[in-house]
């Protein structure tokens, strides 16, 4: 009898797992899912660990001395990570009621939303260009563990990736500039998505009972006793026109995204625009074949005066070619043009020009601060970042 009961209990116990193991193999089927209610839910909370997580990679003292590669793979999850956040919040504000008030949207936002959701291979592209920036100065440091020649190969090959990459966008793109970066910037207040979630369940459905319309708890908006939605109140009289203003649309505002750049018709703005794709492949190449020699000022003239060949080309022929001149581009071509303007100053940190000049300035700065109350922990991290610079290809790349 005893042997009867036991084996009736194990039938029973084997019948309960066996019913459980479906419900077990789907559960990580659900994860994903889960993460992403997560995240929308919490989208303030988490966005305010990547920013405290990454500024601790920046400001850690010794961060590249000791532990480089740990310290990078890290500061690369939490970039690779957050890349992954940005799709999820903007899909979680594609499915909300169009009832519902949306942030306006900058020229970059609206011209690369419009790509990214008409062409796949655009948004394809454009992620592995932007993975690959992402990651490129931890290859780095893992290919140079195994010597010079494989660091500075690695290199070459991910510029070249990038450059191919980037003529492809222009292709997809009909011959337009490219712009940096390629994808829709993340410029929402994650509290919006937050509220904007918690309003769209009550989105034509009655409130519960009980429940009148007022105002807000905060008393700056009118919540609708039907629908849950908020309406915002009027302004003080002193702040009317501020608040108009806001509601004014500009010429960039009524325009198509896509002619919010102008295609590249002339022979001359697509050389300027190939040169400065092409520019860190060919400085890549040029530091590779003079790899023993650090002070060699030709890597750095090759690079530098294609840069500044590409600039003046393109804006010679943006003024040959827009009514106007450069006072009649778009805003976007405008601030396309003036991010590659300031880009150009990492030139100062590059090459021979770091090893000749820049270099001495930046010892001589901290060798000043030495000794100092907090100025000296100042010190120590710009002569981590100074270790960075010397090392690294990709610590000053811009591309």
Not at 290 to 319: C, F, H, N, Y
Not at 365 to 390: A, H, S
Request: glycine share 6%; aromatic share 8%; with cysteine.
């Amino acid at each position: 009898m005893a042997v009867k009961h036991v084996s009736n209990t194990m039938a029973d116990m084997y019948k309960q797992a066996q019913s459980h193991i479906p419900e077990t193999i789907s559960l990580p089927s659900t994860w994903p899912s889960m993460y992403e209610d997560f995240v929308t839910k919490n989208a303030s909370a988490v966005s305010q660990i990547e920013s405290a997580l990454r500024s601790l990679t920046y400001i850690i003292p010794g961060r590249f001395r000791e532990s480089e590669l740990a310290s990078e793979s890290l500061h690369t999850s939490i970039q690779l990570l957050s890349l992954y956040h940005d799709s999820l919040l903007t899909r979680a504000l594609s499915r909300l009621p169009s009832s519902l008030p949306r942030p306006h949207p900058t020229p970059h936002n609206r011209y690369t939303k419009f790509w990214t959701t008409k062409s796949t291979v655009y948004k394809r592209v454009a992620l592995l260009v932007q993975m690959i920036q992402y990651t490129e100065l931890l290859w780095e440091m893992a290919a140079k563990r195994k010597g010079e020649k494989v660091r500075w190969r690695v290199v070459v090959v991910l510029e070249a990736i990038k450059a191919v990459c980037r003529l492809l966008l222009m292709r997809v793109t009909n011959s337009r500039p490219l712009v940096s970066p390629a994808l829709p910037e993340r410029e929402v207040d994650p509290r919006t998505v937050e509220e904007n979630l918690d309003k769209s369940q009550w989105d034509g459905m009655e409130m519960p009972d009980g429940s009148e319309g007022g105002l807000g708890s905060d008393g700056s908006s009118w919540v609708m006793p039907r629908t849950g939605l908020s309406l915002p109140t009027l302004p003080d009289s002193s702040e009317i026109s501020d608040y108009l203003l806001k509601k004014v649309l500009t010429a960039d505002d009524i325009k198509p995204p896509k002619q919010l750049l102008r295609r590249v018709v002339t022979a001359q703005g697509q050389l300027a625009e190939a040169m400065w794709v092409l520019r860190p492949v060919v400085y890549a190449l040029a530091m590779q074949r003079w790899q023993s020699d650090k002070k060699s000022w030709r890597p750095w003239l090759v690079g530098a005066s294609m840069e500044i060949a590409a600039r003046q080309l393109a804006k010679k022929d943006l003024t040959e070619r827009v009514a106007g001149g450069l006072r009649g581009l778009t805003g976007l071509e405008r601030e396309e043009l003036k991010r590659r303007g300031w880009s150009m100053g990492w030139w100062a940190m590059r090459g021979a020009f770091y090893e000749n000049v820049t270099k001495a300035l930046i010892h001589g700065f901290t060798g000043k601060l030495r000794g100092k109350p907090l100025l000296d922990m100042v010190g120590g991290i710009i002569e981590d970042y100074d270790y960075l610079w010397d090392e690294y290809y990709f610590s000053t790349a811009t591309m």
